[in-house]
């Protein structure tokens, strides 16, 4: 069993930034990736940013320079640093984390992110 619990969501408005974490704990010590997707009103889920093991991020064309994605390995706990968020930014966020099979993947319940003025 995997469990991922996020933190950090809330209300901002445009430009304003805010910090995502996801904390991982279960049977599982270590993850091929750990990342955040989002998922807005009428929208498909989609990827935000993902961190492999190794530390190589990958972004949304979308986020790019304005999103960082990290993690603490020893914490088992990645983080999603928004800045200059925009009113499109605003989604449920989802932490996800895949491990070596294709049936290791798990997800976190959500956390809101509202940008607006």
């Known amino acids: 069993q995997v469990q991922l619990v996020e933190s950090g969501g809330g209300f901002v408005q445009p430009g304003g930034s805010l910090r995502l974490s996801c904390a991982a704990s279960g049977t599982i010590r270590t993850f091929r990736t750990m990342g955040w997707y989002r998922q807005a009103p009428g929208k498909e889920r989609e990827l935000v940013a993902d961190v492999t093991l190794g530390g190589s991020t990958n972004y949304a064309d979308s986020v790019k320079g304005r999103f960082t994605g990290s993690r603490d390995n020893a914490k088992n706990t990645v983080y999603l640093q928004m800045d200059n968020l925009k009113p499109e930014d605003t989604a449920v966020y989802y932490c996800?984390?895949?491990?070596?099979?294709?049936?290791?993947?798990?997800w976190g319940k959500g956390t809101l992110v509202t940008i607006s003025s």
């Open positions: 996800n984390a895949k491990g070596w099979g294709s049936a290791m993947n798990y």
